[in-house]
């Protein structure tokens, strides 16, 4: 059984930035993809950005040009790291991996973005 911790979350002014950190509790190498998810109030869990294992990345159109995500195999952390934040980006922020058939959560991370 994996284990994903989120860390990073806070509240921040428009226009700001933040870096969330997913750590895993075992090797994520062998992981296919893993991925941000975010899921506001009212609102369904939608994907925000995935990376493969070999390192390609996809994102919603809302917020690509503003965030990035990338994965360290030697620490076993994932990150995503948020740029000229809006008031929509706030949620609560999910990592998530896949191997295979088996999907893993994280217990999530509140974003708060204030305009």
């Known amino acids: 059984q994996v284990r994903l911790v989120e860390s990073g979350g806070g509240l921040v002014q428009a226009g700001g930035s933040l870096r969330l950190s997913c750590a895993a509790s075992?090797?994520?190498?062998?992981?296919?993809?893993m991925g941000w998810h975010r899921q506001a109030p009212g609102k369904q869990r939608e994907l925000v950005a995935r990376?493969?294992?070999?390192?390609?990345?996809v994102y919603v159109d809302s917020v690509k040009g503003r965030f990035t995500i990338s994965r360290d195999t030697a620490k076993n952390m994932m990150y995503l790291e948020m740029n000229n934040l809006k008031p929509e980006d706030t949620a609560v922020y999910y990592c998530?991996?896949?191997?295979?058939?088996?999907?893993?959560w994280g217990q999530g991370t509140q974003v708060t973005i204030s305009s």
């Open positions: 075992g090797s994520i190498a062998s992981f296919n993809t």
């Open positions: 998530n991996a896949r191997w295979n058939s088996d999907i893993y």
């Open positions: 990376i493969t294992a070999g390192g390609t990345a």
